[in-house]
């Protein structure tokens, strides 16, 4: 079976690793590529300003960049991917979606709606439910479906494998790579040599969309976890991988060692793009690093280590790579799960 599926903001950061992955995916065959009206027209190659460490697929590279909107899209693709600002987003998204257009976006827009699935296939693929009571509300033919914030994503299916021993809160603190700014976001001159202690909009989203991610859709209906979130996000500068210190508070007093295996035995699903163990735990307390292992799972596996339990709760790290497992991979995997579950 081939899905034909256009990109949105294909140009971009995110855009370019949408690309790289999907160059030899099994299912997913690009047939559009999109950008702002002032890349629209030229070659994707002169577009692009290609910044992936593989080379750019040639047959892409050919492609001519569309203008993102209904009109400028062929009628025949079963699926978009979305990795458009978040402002641009909020704006052309639903228009697509009532085009009849199935979106799975990466932006930040609306993942908080109550109508729209927020999805991290491992954790809550019974969310997708959700785009019934969208459509009934919207009165859509088409769907949008969102994958968390890469630091959200990264942390929330380590707290989703301690939910068994009574998760009460969260604390953690972010160190995330400069790519998650994008390619122009922050300077050199800012970030060599130093720390910024704070990444605007972060922190909410990190204690917002992990509560939506973790809570239950019961009848087409959306309830958040009652977990307590607390985060303070900070950029470093790593080119790409988020390491985030977490301390979970529970209600049960766990080991140590049933810790590492709730979160080594995390279950996995059985997609093309997933990893075969989404979490895997590292007992060397010098792991996991960025550099060492945001590769792992061919970018999709979640890293953890330095596992303590405490009294309270249990102390750890855990990694992720931003850009693929934290924004493209993940919306491909949600693309997967949406082909799987027969809603493209
Ligand atoms: N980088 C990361 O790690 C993560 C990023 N994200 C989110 O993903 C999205 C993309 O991020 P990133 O790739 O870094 O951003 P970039 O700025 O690198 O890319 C933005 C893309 O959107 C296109 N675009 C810009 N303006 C318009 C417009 N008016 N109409 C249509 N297309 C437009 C750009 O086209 P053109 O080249 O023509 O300007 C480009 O293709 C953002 O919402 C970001 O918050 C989410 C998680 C992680
Ligand atoms: N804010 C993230 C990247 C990002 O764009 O997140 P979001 O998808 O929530 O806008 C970072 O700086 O690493």
Not at 53 to 63: G, K, M, N, Y
Not at 198 to 210: A, F, L, R, V
Request: one cysteine or more; charged letters at 25%.
């Amino acid at each position: 079976m081939t899905v034909r599926v256009g990109l949105l903001g294909a140009t971009g950061a995110v855009g370019q690793r949408f690309v790289q992955l999907l160059d030899d995916h099994p299912t997913f065959e690009i047939a559009a590529v999109t950008a702002s009206p002032e890349s629209a027209g030229e070659s994707y190659r002169d577009a692009a300003k290609w910044r992936v460490d593989t080379p750019i697929p040639e047959r892409i590279a050919e492609l001519t960049v569309r203008e993102t909107s209904p009109d400028a899209l062929p009628d025949d693709l079963d699926l978009l991917f979305s990795s458009l600002p978040s402002s641009v987003g909020a704006e052309i998204e639903p228009e697509l979606c009532r085009a009849g257009y199935v979106v799975s976006s990466n932006s930040s827009n609306e993942r908080m709606a109550e109508d729209v699935p927020l999805t991290i296939p491992e954790v809550n693929p019974d969310h997708l439910d959700l785009i019934d009571t969208q459509r009934e509300q919207r009165g859509w033919d088409g769907a949008l479906v969102k994958n968390p914030n890469c630091s959200t994503i990264t942390m929330t299916p380590t707290l989703a494998a301690l939910d068994e021993f009574g998760l009460e809160r969260a604390h953690v603190s972010t160190l995330q790579a400069v790519s998650g700014a994008g390619y122009s976001g922050v300077t050199s001159m800012e970030i060599i040599d130093n720390v910024l202690p704070h990444i605007g909009g972060e922190e909410e989203k990190m204690e917002t969309e992990s509560r939506k991610l973790l809570g239950d859709v019961e009848d087409g209906e959306l309830s958040l976890h009652d977990v307590d979130v607390s985060a303070s996000c900070n950029r470093v500068p790593s080119l790409d991988g988020h390491l985030e210190n977490v301390f979970a508070e529970l209600d049960d007093d766990p080991s140590a060692d049933a810790v590492h295996e709730a979160l080594a035995n995390f279950e996995a699903v059985d997609l093309p793009s997933a990893p075969a163990q989404p979490i895997h735990v590292f007992d060397d307390p010098e792991r996991p690093q960025p550099r060492l292992d945001r590769m792992r799972g061919k970018g999709m596996q979640i890293s953890a280590g330095g596992l303590q339990a405490t009294d309270e709760g249990v102390q750890y790290n855990c990694l992720a790579h931003n850009t693929i497992r934290g924004a493209a991979g993940a919306s491909v995997l949600n693309g997967e799960l949406l082909v799987e579950e027969g809603w493209v």
